[in-house]
């Protein structure tokens, strides 16, 4: 195993013109694959408590090239990562669809895969319902305090042999992916172009980000932004006022706004899929991020 050291960071934060997606007819959307083999494992939070963690490790379909392979970390919503049909079973065989379809879509390509569980192990392993935002405990914060979990998600793939520790990037989704806006602020110590992630995707983030960026929106890697005009739990305003702002100051980063399609619109259940804008969406973002990171978390 590989012992590569990683500078803690220590304090934490919060994307110009928004690109309006025109619409396609919808395709057909895809399954959820025959499952992989996920493997539980569990690593430390960057967190002052050091909070053991635990997440789901997928491996890249045919194994890693000799050079290693790129690696994506995955962070849930405010849902968590399992499913709502649980039961009280959290383990990778009740992981969300949405979550285990981009497992498989990564590790297809090539990638390792690390779906981070922040909720879990803070005791809240159904996570929080639409609406109690206010009232959420501060440990799971996620301007403050997912973007260390995600760093240490970073530094356990970074122990693996079959892992390129220089081309991990991160992906989330909704609180998941305000944490993935945070983790790529450059507010951290040290040099993060070359310790931190190399590129950042976050799909309906919630972009307020508690006034953290209120100066301004400053990444230190390429961000991708996606969002539904249609939202109905986050606000496409607030994404486009913080990519303009930062696209102005020259920042790489960018927003792609998809008409009529909802919170969670890659959810690639029927019910989901079903809807026309949501299918359009689905397509389209699945496209452009793969594109995306496939470029990002090439070798240098």
Not at 137 to 154: K, S, W
Request: include cysteine.
């Amino acid at each position: 195993m590989k012992r590569a050291i990683f500078a803690a960071a220590a304090v934490l934060l919060g994307v110009s013109g928004p690109a309006l997606a025109r619409q396609d007819p919808p395709a057909a959307s895809t399954p959820v694959r025959t499952a992989q083999a996920a493997e539980r494992v569990t690593f430390r939070s960057m967190d002052e408590p050091r909070t053991e963690l635990v997440g789901y490790l997928f491996r890249p379909a045919g194994g890693a090239s000799r050079d290693g392979a790129p690696a994506v970390v995955l962070m849930h919503g405010r849902g968590g990562v399992y499913s709502s049909q649980a039961n009280g079973v959290y383990a990778a065989s009740t992981l969300t669809r949405r979550l285990r379809f981009w497992a498989e879509y990564w590790t297809e390509r090539g990638f390792y895969v690390l779906i981070v569980d922040s909720f879990g192990p803070r005791g809240y392993p159904t996570g929080f319902a639409a609406g109690t935002y206010s009232t959420r405990p501060p440990e799971v914060n996620e301007v403050t305090i997912r973007p260390l979990d995600a760093y240490g998600a970073m530094r356990f793939l970074r122990s693996l042999d079959g892992v390129a520790d220089d081309r991990i990037g991160l992906m989330g989704f909704s609180n998941g992916a305000s944490a993935t806006l945070a983790a790529l602020a450059d507010d951290k110590p040290g040099d993060m172009r070359r310790l931190g992630f190399r590129a950042g995707v976050a799909l309906y983030p919630g972009c307020g980000l508690q006034n953290r960026f209120a100066r301004g929106y400053r990444p230190y890697a390429p961000v991708q932004v996606f969002v539904g005009t249609a939202d109905e739990e986050v606000s496409p305003e607030s994404c486009r006022r913080l990519v303009d702002r930062a696209r102005a100051a020259g920042e790489p980063v960018e927003l792609t706004v998809y008409e009529g399609a909802v919170h969670g619109f890659d959810d690639p259940s029927r019910s989901r899929q079903a809807v026309p804008a949501n299918a359009a969406a689905t397509a389209d973002v699945r496209r452009r991020v793969g594109a995306f990171f496939e470029a990002q978390l090439a070798p240098r």
